[in-house]
């Protein structure tokens, strides 16, 4: 609180105030929009038979069918590690399928990188698709052609990550700084040169990064994709519960948990060291 | 054997004959009539939207003429695309005012990238791996030392200072061997002491190849000092075109208006200690 009267800006603070343009008033709007938000998540709430009081009177049930999974049966913990370390391999396998796909894909629907305009709207499909389609479909998919196993379940993910990883390398490629590119191809520079020389380099931190990211989520999404033959911890996952077996699946999903921890925390410290 | 002979040893003559540009109407270039000779040293100077730009543009053979004809020596620059345009493109040298070097590659990587034009056969494919032959590696080390920044061959580009990084652009110049170097005002974000030596190296470098350089400059002070010769723009015209000398104040209104701080003004700014610099 200094002395606004006296100071060296008192003259500038002292002057009469001037007339500003008016300013519009953005309640209304705030309003309205809060009433429209509102009236969303009712209508959705119902839809999804949203019921907290029912929630909290029978929410010791939980307990009770937590009871049986209190006492983990380590009996098949050899076989469940050893999927898990499938689970892992699938995962690894299937971000480097996906990071192979997205390359081609992402150089072709990036708008400032394309040739034409119709491949960068066909490439965009194609990357929605990919997208769209969940793995697990891709998963049945894939069993149809190579079996049950690993295999199919590694296809179904590689696939369907290779479009998110394409979506995210074109959204690299389309923000970075077109002076360094001018730059390559002022010389004279040849397509492949100007991308390897001046895209390369700006979006490869960026992609190793994605590349990185999905391959964590590549661990959740492998560890449930045994569920429709995809090989890997999944299939006891579904089996043992489908069949009653608590103790046996408390086990395969606390060794789910502390699989996804532990990659999490080694892929993060990779990432961090890396980039 | 890695290097091109296709190009012609010296600079060619630049013409622009009655050359014009229409943007959606409006004349950035106005029927401008230039001979430049080799080795001439010329900058351009104008308001913003003068044509300065668009000249620079329509000298890379980026965008074609609307009217009229530029040509390098006998060869028009209308039409050029696909390879003939790159081989364009490896004859001229550009020097932007934002560098325009890629950051993340180290220093001789950004010289090297002047050499890329000039590889053939296998060294052409691997170089996409940042792979180079020895004589390519030797003639970029070369080139650094030329500009005074062997030292920093290994660092990442964007560690270097704004004049540094503008003189790797001119060693990338001097591997790339063009016939002419077009300048988008190199100076520009630099401070006067970095422009200064960017502009002398520029010169130096120039004058020793006998290259010719056609550089738009913002401050008239730099014009007067490192140009042969000067062209004004004024809204898409040629309204100067005469010895670097011949630049009088009053020419430089001509050119730019009234309403911009006297050159005068700024003069002793390039030379003199600062005058706020006492105690």
């Known amino acids: 609180m200094g002395d606004l009267v006296s100071g060296p800006f008192a003259a500038i603070h002292a002057a009469s105030v001037p007339a500003l343009p008016p300013r519009r008033s953005e309640l209304g709007r705030s309003l309205l929009a809060a009433f429209a938000l509102a009236l969303v998540l009712g209508w959705a709430g119902r839809v999804i038979e949203l019921r907290p009081l029912e929630l909290a009177r029978d929410i010791g049930n939980i307990g009770v069918f937590l009871k049986g999974y209190l006492h983990p049966s380590f009996a098949n913990i050899g076989e469940y590690a050893w999927q898990c370390l499938v689970t892992i391999c699938i995962a690894l396998w299937g971000t480097v399928l996906a990071a192979a796909i997205s390359i081609p894909l992402g150089l072709l629907g990036a708008r400032n990188l394309s040739p034409h305009p119709a491949v960068y709207f066909v490439t965009r499909r194609v990357m929605d698709v990919l997208r769209a389609v969940n793995e697990f479909v891709f998963a049945l998919m894939f069993v149809t052609a190579v079996g049950l196993g690993p295999f199919a379940g590694m296809l179904a993910l590689g696939i369907h990550t290779g479009g998110v990883l394409a979506k995210l390398l074109s ?57 429709v033959g995809g090989g890997g911890i999944g299939f006891y996952l579904w089996d043992t519960i489908r069949s009653f077996k608590d103790r046996e699946a408390a086990t395969v999903i606390l060794l789910i948990v502390a699989m996804v921890m532990l990659t999490d925390i080694v892929s993060s410290r990779v990432r961090r060291a890396a980039i | 054997m890695t290097r091109a002979s296709v190009i012609d040893p010296i600079s060619p003559v630049v013409t622009l004959d009655r050359a014009s540009k229409v943007f959606s109407g409006r004349r950035a270039l106005d029927a401008v009539s230039l001979t430049i000779e080799p080795g001439e040293f ?13 000249l620079l543009r329509c000298l890379t053979g980026s965008i074609p003429v609307t009217d009229g004809a530029i040509r390098f020596g006998d060869g028009d620059l209308a039409g050029l695309r696909g390879r003939a345009l790159r081989e364009h493109r490896a004859r001229v040298g550009m020097i932007y005012q934002q560098f325009n070097l ?30 180079f032959p020895h004589a390519e590696r030797d003639i970029a080390a070369r080139c650094l030392e030329h500009v005074g920044l062997s030292e920093r061959a290994w660092q990442r580009t964007d560690t270097l200072s704004g004049g540094e990084q503008q003189r790797v652009a001119i060693a990338k110049i001097l591997a790339q061997e063009p016939r002419i170097i077009l300048g988008d005002e190199p100076v520009a974000s630099l401070d006067l002491a970095n422009g200064a030596m960017v502009m002398e190296t520029l010169r130096r470098v120039a004058s020793s190849a006998g290259v010719t350089v056609i550089t738009t400059l913002h401050h008239v002070d730099y014009a007067r000092r490192y140009a ?22 009053r020419a430089v209104v001509d050119i730019l208006g009234e309403s911009r701080p006297s050159d005068a003004a700024l003069a002793p700014v390039l030379t003199a200690e600062p005058r706020w610099a006492t105690s």
Do not use: C
């Not at chain 1, 590349?211 to 964590?216: A, G």
């Not at chain 2, 000039?118 to 052409?124: K, N, Q, T, V, Y």
């Not at chain 2, 723009?233 to 009088?248: D, S």
């Open chain 2, 42 to 54: 010329v900058a351009v100077i104008g308001r913003s939207g003068a044509g300065k730009t668009t």
């Open chain 1, 171 to 227: 959204e690299t490629i389309e923000s970075i700084e077109p002076g360094q590119v001018e730059g390559v191809a002022a010389t004279g520079a040849g397509r492949l040169h100007v991308i390897a020389f001046g895209v390369v380099p700006q979006v490869m931190p960026n992609f190793l990064s994605y590349v990185m990211l999905r391959f964590e989520s590549d661990i959740r999404s492998a560890s449930v994709i045994g569920m």
């Open chain 2, 102 to 131: 890629v950051k993340r590659l180290r220093v001789i990587d950004n010289v090297l990238i002047g050499r890329l034009p000039h590889l053939i056969g296998w060294a052409r494919w691997v170089s996409v791996a940042r792979i």
């Open chain 2, 228 to 249: 042969d010769r000067v062209v004004g723009f004024r809204q898409g015209r040629l309204v100067f075109n005469g010895k670097a000398v011949e630049l009088t104040d």
